[in-house]
């Protein structure tokens, strides 16, 4: 069992930096990958970036790449989605996830956040 909390959003001007974290708890959290999606209004929730359980490998959406990096900390037991040059198209409840597969599909990942929202005004 994981629990996740996520933590750092808020409001931000277009062009602006945030990170986002999302803190683990239970004993087994090297082994999962680690996924950040995000849901705004009126839509589904989307992929956004992933991590392989021994950060080896992220990938990323393509509305996302080249803005965004994600990363973990093992020891801290700790997920990051670094944020840069927001657009308010970023604008979305943010969601953590872990999954012993992970990808880009929300049906691989067990356990999920209860969501961070970001706001980005124009």
């Known amino acids: 069992q994981v629990q996740l909390v996520e933590s750092g959003g808020g409001l931000v001007q277009a062009g602006d930096s945030l990170t986002l974290s999302c803190a683990a708890s239970?004993?087994?959290?090297?082994?999962?990958?680690m996924g950040w999606f995000r849901q705004a209004p009126g839509k589904g929730r989307d992929f956004v970036a992933g991590?392989?359980?021994?950060?080896?490998?992220?990938y990323y959406a393509d509305s996302v790449k080249d803005r965004f990096t994600i990363s973990r900390d093992n020891a801290k037991i700790t997920v990051y989605l670094q944020m840069n040059s927001l657009k308010p198209e970023d604008t979305a409840v943010y969601y953590c996830?872990?999954?012993?597969?992970?990808?880009?599909?929300?049906?691989?990942?067990?356990?999920w956040g209860q969501g961070t929202q970001v706001t980005v005004s124009s």
């Open positions: 239970g004993r087994y959290f090297s082994l999962y990958s």
């Open positions: 991590i392989t359980r021994n950060a080896g490998t992220t």
């Open positions: 996830a872990a999954g012993r597969n992970g990808g880009r599909e929300q049906y691989t990942y067990d356990y």
